[in-house]
Structure formats: C-alpha cells, structure tokens
C-alpha cells in the first residue's frame, strides 16, 4: 500500500525557517518524480515545487513565489522527501501536502496519484 | 503562467443527479489535465489524469474530457460521498497551475 506521511508543520516566526519530511512506503520511491503542493486555509491548491527521480539528475522546478527560499530535496536511501523553508512569510502559512507523480515507461507522466494527509505550516508572529 | 478557470464555482445538486463541470485553460495543454476531489480537511484525492484516464481505484461514474483549451468533469449518480470540492490542474508546464475549485453541495 502506498503512503506518504508529511511532518515537521508548526508555529515559526515571519523569517524563520523549517524543514518538512515526507516519509514514503510502498512503492518504489527512487522511481518517481515528488512534489509539494500546499492549501492555505480557505483556500484552493497551489504547486510549491518538484524533484524530479535520479535518471533525471535530481533536478528541481519551483513556483516564483517560493523560489530562492525552498528547496526540494529527496534521500531514495531514506525514501524520503524534504521541503527546506527559509525566510517565510505569513502568506506561506498553509497545510503542506506531498504527492507522487507517477512515471511509467518512456518516462510517460500519469500526474499526481497518491497524496500525503498534509503537515500545517503557521507562520505568525 | 497558464491560468485555469473552473466553472461554476459551487453548485447545489440531488442525490442521483449528474453533474457536469468545466475547466478552461488560458493556453492550449494537450491533454496534460488532471482531476481531484476534496473533502472538508482531508487530503486531495486524485480522480482522473490525462484528461480522461481514471487513476486506478476510481470508480466509473467519474469521467473526463476534452483536450485543448477545454475540459469537463461529470460525475454520474451522484451520491452523498461525492459531495465535495473539486480541482482541475494543469501539467503541461511549469508553473504547475491549480484550478480555482467547484464545490459540489447537497440540494
């Protein structure tokens, strides 16, 4: 069964910074690209950002509102997906969510199929 | 950035009624569109990927299409699980874009 658990949401201060997780089990995570998308309260969806898996170098793409601030990271040996967030905002208070993009053969793109429970994100002072 | 544009933005339906929404694109995206269902604080569900292609587990009262500029999600039967928020995304470029969602309220 595949599952993504998020952690290390909380209250931090406008220019702190945090550090999420995203624990994966079940599939075979070094296989797929990964993503951040997050849900300010009230609000509808919105990317953060993406790592793509190692046959594509690990490469990243961000949304402009937070590039050069996150950065999307993944450890295949730990399954794990991370979201470094420096100097935030009030406006990136929200419920941080992981997901998988599933990639077939050809490295054919079939979206996102598996999201995580998502992890809140306070940012106040 | 391609904008997505859902409509309506809520709709009021009935127990076995079929519903339809819309989702357009400010440019042209192939068919790289998905579909999600929400419900009140739980996680995003994903329904349908390439604008008409059920993600595995998905029943098959939900159906896509379009290609293009424009989709539509209908939901056949609808019963009181699939009251819900609904989000149509764009993959075809980066940014990857959200669109604005339509709520699915009980009649």
């Known amino acids: 069964e595949v599952q993504l658990v998020e952690s290390g949401g909380g209250l931090v201060q406008p220019g702190g910074s945090l550090r999420l997780s995203c624990a994966a089990s079940?599939?075979?995570?070094?296989?797929?690209?990964m993503d951040w998308v997050r849900q300010a309260p009230g609000k509808g969806l919105e990317w953060v950002g993406r790592?793509?898996?190692?046959?594509?170098?690990?490469?990243?793409e961000y949304a402009a509102s937070v590039k050069g601030r996150f950065t999307v990271s993944r450890d295949d040996s730990q399954n794990s997906l991370y979201l470094q967030m420096n100097s935030l905002k009030t406006e990136d208070t929200a419920v941080y969510y992981c997901?998988?993009?599933?990639?077939?053969?050809?490295?054919?793109?079939?979206?996102?199929?598996?999201w995580g429970r998502g992890t809140l994100v306070s940012v106040s002072s | 950035d391609i904008q997505m544009t859902q409509s309506p933005s809520s709709l009021s339906a009935s127990v076995g009624d079929r519903v339809t929404i819309t989702c357009r694109a400010s440019?042209?995206?192939?068919?790289?569109l998905a579909w999600f269902q929400q419900k009140p604080g739980k996680a995003p569900k994903s329904l349908i990927y390439?604008?008409?292609s059920l993600q595995s587990g998905v029943p098959s009262k939900f159906s896509g299409s379009g290609s293009g500029t424009d989709f539509t999600l209908t939901i056949s039967n609808l019963q009181p699980e699939d009251f819900a928020t609904y989000y149509c995304?764009?993959?075809?470029?980066?940014?990857?874009?959200f669109g604005g969602g339509t709520k699915v309220e009980i009649k």
């Open positions: 997901a998988r993009n599933r990639r077939g053969g050809s490295n054919y793109d079939y979206g996102f199929d598996y």
């Open positions: 079940g599939f075979t995570f070094s296989d797929h690209y």
């Open positions: 790592t793509r898996n190692k046959a594509n170098s690990y490469t990243t």
């Open positions: 440019q042209g995206i192939n068919s790289y």
């Open positions: 390439a604008a008409s």
């Open positions: 995304q764009q993959y075809k470029t980066y940014p990857l874009t």
